[in-house]
Every structure is written in C-alpha cells, then in structure tokens.
T-cell receptor
Framework: EADIYQTPRYLVIGTGKKITLECSQT?????MYWYQQDPGMELHLIHY???????EKGDLSSESTVSRIRTEHFPLTLESARPSHTSQYLC?????????????FGNGTRLTVT | AQSVTQPDIHITVSEGASLELRCNYS??????LFWYVQSPGQGLQLLLK??????LVQGIKGFEAEFKRSQSSFNLRKPSVHWSDAAEYFC???????????FGIGTKLQVIP
C-alpha cells in the first residue's frame, strides 16, 4: 500500500558508474528525505527537502546529490559509485502541519557497488 | 542534541508471550516519539506516535506504547506476540517543528513457536 515508490529495489553496479536512485510520492507531501541504513546502525539522514527547489544536507556526510524539481519527485544521484556507497537507501516524505505528520517510507533501494 | 537508545539489539520471545521493547530518549523539550517496524526487504512502517495528551498510545497491529517523562522512556508493548511480528523495531524522536527525526539502532525481534 506504499504511496511512496523507490526504484530500483536492488542495484548491483561497478565502481565509477553514475547512478540515480528514484523516489516518487503521490501523497502531496511537501517534505522529502533520504536516509542511509546499514545493519546494526541507526538510520542516518543524508538529504532532505522542504519543497520544490529546496535541498539540504543531512547529518551524515554523503557524496550523493539530490534535486527537487517537482513536489512528488526526489531523486538521489551518485556521480561515481564506490564500494563504500554500498548500503540501503530509504526515501521518506512528510507533511508540514500543526501536528507534524510522521515519516512515510518507501521500500528502499539496496545498492551494492563492486 | 536529541538521541535515542534501544538497549536490546536482539530479543527472542515465544509466540503468544507478551513483549516489551525498551526505548530511552534524550531531548530538551517535549519530544515527538515514534515506533516503526521494518520487515525484511521493506521500508519502515509507522506503528504509533506520541505528540501530546494521553501517555498511553495505541497503535496498529495490537501494539501500544507508554510515554514516561520521568524516565525518558517510550517502551513498546504487545500482550500476545504473533509469528508475523518478527521484524526489526525502531524507536525515533522528533524535534519540535519536525525538522529532523533521530532513530535508534533498532531491536530485532525473533518469534519462536
């Protein structure tokens, strides 16, 4: 029943390749986020956006970049993938309001860089 | 800075037994608190949330959590665990205005027959 979609679900790619992880949501949420998740570690926020043309870096330094040209779309790009980028990437969205809404997550993209 | 501690990395319970997953948070003001569940290969699904009011919060799938300000805790409970509850559970705290959410490292729940 996910209203936030991530593609691809799994990606195995060689070192040096450029990749884009897609994230789209149909809920009209203004805020969107990218988290990085590794086993046994807390989720780390790497990018977030308050709305169209807004992007901010999160707590964890990342070599990836993001863009927010449309409300529903928040892709993440790695210009040159490295094995250290191997991880699970989770996209999320939320709606600004008086009672701030919780995060809604996609199913994630598991990236392996060989 | 806000932080979340989930002291139990892995918990095993028998099907039908009760469950309590511990969560302690650190935050200077009244926090927004959440519990999420993640099944293998899936994203995180919200179980329940606390913003204000009644300190006992009911969530989906028969889960509840109790906010105890004096103990800085937000423990998750379920009276009778089902095999389908096997998953990883994440506690999270959000700042006022909800600019950021900090997650714990998660507790992996195993359910045995």
């Amino acid at each position: 029943e996910a209203d936030i979609y991530q593609t691809p679900r799994y990606l195995v790619i060689g070192t040096g390749k450029k990749i884009t992880l897609e994230c789209s949501q149909t809920m009209g949420h203004d805020k969107m986020y990218w988290y990085q998740q590794d086993p046994g570690m807390e989720l780390h926020l790497i990018h977030y956006s308050y709305g169209v043309n807004s992007t901010e870096k999160g707590d964890l330094s990342s070599e990836s970049t993001v863009s927010r040209i449309r409300t529903e779309h928040f892709p993440l790009t790695l210009e040159s993938a490295r094995p250290s980028h191997t991880s699970q990437y989770l996209c999320a969205s939320s709606l600004t309001g008086v009672n701030n809404s919780p995060l809604h997550f996609g199913n994630g993209t598991r990236l392996t860089v060989t | 800075a806000q932080s979340v501690t989930q002291p139990d990395i892995h918990i095993t319970v028998s099907e039908g037994a009760s469950l309590e997953l511990r969560c302690n948070y650190s935050y200077g003001a009244t926090p927004y608190l959440f519990w999420y569940v993640q099944s293998p290969g899936q994203g995180l699904q919200l179980l329940l949330k606390y913003f204000s009011g009644d300190t006992l919060v009911q969530g989906i799938k028969g889960f509840e959590a109790e906010f105890k300000r004096s103990q800085s805790s937000f423990n998750l409970r379920k009276p009778s665990v089902h095999w389908s509850d096997a998953a990883e559970y994440f506690c999270a705290v959000g700042a006022t205005g909800y600019q950021k959410v900090t997650f714990g490292i998660g507790t992996k729940l195993q359910v045995i027959p």
